[in-house]
């Protein structure tokens, strides 16, 4: 499953549209369920009812685990970290107390307002996932000139270099996403990444490159969430996040 960015309703349509089993099915959820819609507090608890989940860390999930371990909102929240606070200020009921002044906001959220079972998801999130078929899945991306274990982990769940390098591979230009896989020093059967959004090409399905594939289409960018079934490659997907909520708060 691709970046979910807060948007619950979104979840619970792909869940249900795959008829996933969430006692006997496997999801790998790619990161950046944070920040976006304010059902962030709602999607956790959707995917804690998963038996078997694995959950990889996006860029704003570390975000938010920087500020459930430290207490600081880190600058960046500015890229839909309000409503994230919204999400978990509702619990207490004060999510009437953000304060805006130009572009900025300040919000009175406190790492001890975080569940703790949610407080123990975020800092548990994989930075990736290798299956027993050698597929791969990450966040971001990776370094694929240098082995893929051991690399900045930051990388994991921040590189684009990756998709774009595959997005400019000849075999691609010529038309052809399957014509082969081009060379990295870690070789993998497929590699599965969010991060960076398919409506940027203005397309709302997964994209293909290589033996990569981008399922990133647009949940926090009025695009869709998608599922897709790892070694069919079908897929399902929900409603425009547009048509979903009618306030998005990035």
Known sequence: MGDIHGAYKALVQCLQQSGFNYEEDTLIQLGDIADGFDEVYQCVEELLKIKNLIAIKGNHDEWFNEFITTGYHNERWAQGGKATAISYLRLTGREDTVKHAGEGYSVPLQ???????????????????????????????????????????????????????????????????????????????????????????????????????????????????????????????????????KTNYR
């Open 111 to 245: 790492s001890a307002d975080i569940p703790e079972t949610h407080q123990r998801f975020f800092q548990q999130q994989q930075l990736y996932y290798i299956d027993e078929t050698n597929n791969c899945f990450v966040h971001a991306g990776f370094n694929r000139h240098l082995p893929f274990k051991g690399q900045p982990v930051y990388l994991y769940y921040w590189d684009r270099e990756l998709w774009t390098e595959a997005l400019s591979y000849a075999g691609f230009k010529r038309g052809n996403p399957s014509a082969g896989k081009f060379q990295m020093v870690t070789p993998f059967n497929d590699i599965f990444i969010g991060h960076t959004t398919t409506v940027h090409w203005k397309i709302d399905k997964p994209m293909q490159a290589a033996n990569i594939y981008n399922i990133d289409t647009g949940a926090g960018h009025g695009g869709r969430l998608t599922i897709m079934e790892v070694s069919s490659k079908k897929y399902w997907q929900s409603w425009p996040v547009t048509r979903l909520y």
